[in-house]
């Protein structure tokens, strides 16, 4: 059975479908990124499992038990969830020093004293903070003041944590080092991970399943892999990695750029699933390779150098592809005529 569930969520704000009839169940132990552009109702699908946001429609349960409903008019409060929170924002107690910091939400629970020091050692010593226990938060780096909130949400020794951009505000080196830490906490403590980015890379490193959503609408959910592969529709396909959609049309039994017939076919194997004259062929950088025959020509608009990679704009007839090759696949200058060769691509109707 499914340990967090939403059935049917929606949330509006006035005019505005924050998040529009959203179901998901995440199993237990799972890391289950949501994964969508600014604006398109992460936080507010993040603040309903919290409770800090009631329900228009819908129902969220834990476990066995309902925590939102909008037919039985039920609404269990956020601190009768237990769940690990750790937003964006630094939210550390700038007074209280780490450890206390830590500490405080067991106290409050009214915890015995030795408890609240096991469980309070524990998470600083499992978030890297061991030594730090009276340092005060302004003497802090970010990353730092980002695991004073870990600790404090993992003490609580919650079965599920809501993390909300919890990396946004680190630099890139450290992002990508929390990213592991994060993985490690989950595998020592067991907890169910909810996990809201923008960052597709940071989605696909922590995650066992993302889902991606648009405007309130789940567009995809699936593992990692599958995303990138098999992407459920354009906006999925452009949402995550580098992409190129170019204008194709079918004729004298082949594919050819729209208006580069001269320029040669992309493939002579047209799908089944294709009946339209004109699509949009969606490919890559990096599934392009060049060739020295059997490729569509093109000449070679602009190089640039992204350290081993090499970044290509080529011009076939007049529409741009980009394409991405190691240094070590050899170098084509500005100007240069090339022969381009289409490996894995995907087909979508023009207005999809
Ligand atoms: N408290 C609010 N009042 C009015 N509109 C809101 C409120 N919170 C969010 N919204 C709107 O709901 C939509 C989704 O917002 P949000 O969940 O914050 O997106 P994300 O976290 O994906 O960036 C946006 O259009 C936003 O403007
Ligand atoms: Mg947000």
């Known amino acids: 059975m499914a340990h967090v569930r939403l059935w049917n969520i929606t949330k509006k704000y006035g005019d505005v479908t924050a998040v529009n009839r959203l179901n998901i169940e995440i199993e237990q132990g799972e890391c289950f990124s949501m994964l969508g552009p600014s604006g398109c109702g992460k936080t507010t699908?993040?603040?309903?499992?919290?409770?800090?946001?009631?329900?228009?429609?819908?129902?969220?349960?834990?476990?066995?038990?309902?925590?939102?409903?909008?037919?039985?008019?039920?609404?269990?409060?956020?601190?009768?969830?237990?769940?690990?929170?750790?937003?964006?924002?630094?939210?550390?107690?700038?007074?209280?020093?780490?450890?206390?910091?830590?500490?405080?939400?067991?106290?409050?629970?009214?915890?015995?004293?030795?408890?609240?020091?096991?469980?309070?050692?524990?998470?600083?010593?499992?978030?890297?903070?061991?030594?730090?226990?009276?340092?005060?938060?302004?003497?802090?780096?970010?990353?730092?003041?980002?695991?004073?909130?870990?600790?404090?949400?993992?003490?609580?020794?919650?079965?599920?944590?809501?993390?909300?951009?919890?990396?946004?505000?680190?630099?890139?080196?450290?992002?990508?080092?929390?990213?592991?830490?994060?993985?490690?906490?989950?595998?020592?403590?067991?907890?169910?991970?909810?996990?809201?980015?923008?960052?597709?890379?940071?989605?696909?490193?922590?995650?066992?399943?993302?889902?991606?959503m648009d405007h309130g609408v789940v567009q995809q959910i699936d593992t990692p892999i599958n995303i990138y592969k098999n992407p459920a529709n354009k906006f999925v396909f452009s949402f995550i990695g580098l992409s190129n959609f170019l204008p194709v049309e079918i004729h004298d039994g082949a594919i050819y750029i729209e208006g580069a017939a001269e320029s040669g076919p992309i493939t002579r194997l047209i799908p089944p699933e294709i009946r339209e004259k004109k699509m949009t062929l969606a490919i890559r950088p990096a599934e392009i390779d060049f060739v020295t025959d059997g490729g569509v020509c093109g000449m070679v608009r602009k190089m640039t150098y992204l350290g081993d990679v090499i970044d290509y704009r080529v011009m076939l007839g007049s529409v741009e592809v980009r394409v991405q090759k190691s240094r070590r696949k050899g170098i084509y200058r500005e100007g240069e005529a090339c022969m381009l060769k289409f490996n894995r691509f995907l087909w979508y109707g023009r207005e999809s």
Request: include cysteine.
């Open 45 to 212: 699908t993040l603040r309903m499992v919290a409770g800090f946001e009631d329900i228009d429609e819908g129902e969220i349960s834990v476990g066995q038990k309902v925590f939102s409903s909008s037919a039985k008019k039920f609404y269990l409060p956020p601190e009768k969830r237990d769940f690990g929170m750790v937003f964006q924002a630094f939210a550390v107690w700038p007074h209280m020093n780490v450890f206390n910091n830590v500490a405080f939400p067991l106290q409050i629970r009214k915890m015995p004293k030795s408890e609240v020091l096991e469980r309070t050692q524990r998470a600083i010593k499992y978030t890297g903070l061991g030594g730090c226990e009276n340092t005060f938060p302004n003497e802090l780096s970010g990353g730092q003041k980002q695991r004073i909130a870990l600790a404090r949400a993992i003490a609580i020794n919650p079965t599920v944590m809501l993390l909300d951009e919890p990396l946004s505000n680190l630099d890139p080196k450290l992002r990508e080092e929390m990213r592991f830490e994060i993985k490690d906490l989950q595998r020592k403590f067991g907890f169910t991970i909810i996990y809201v980015t923008h960052d597709q890379t940071e989605a696909m490193a922590l995650s066992h399943r993302i889902l991606v």
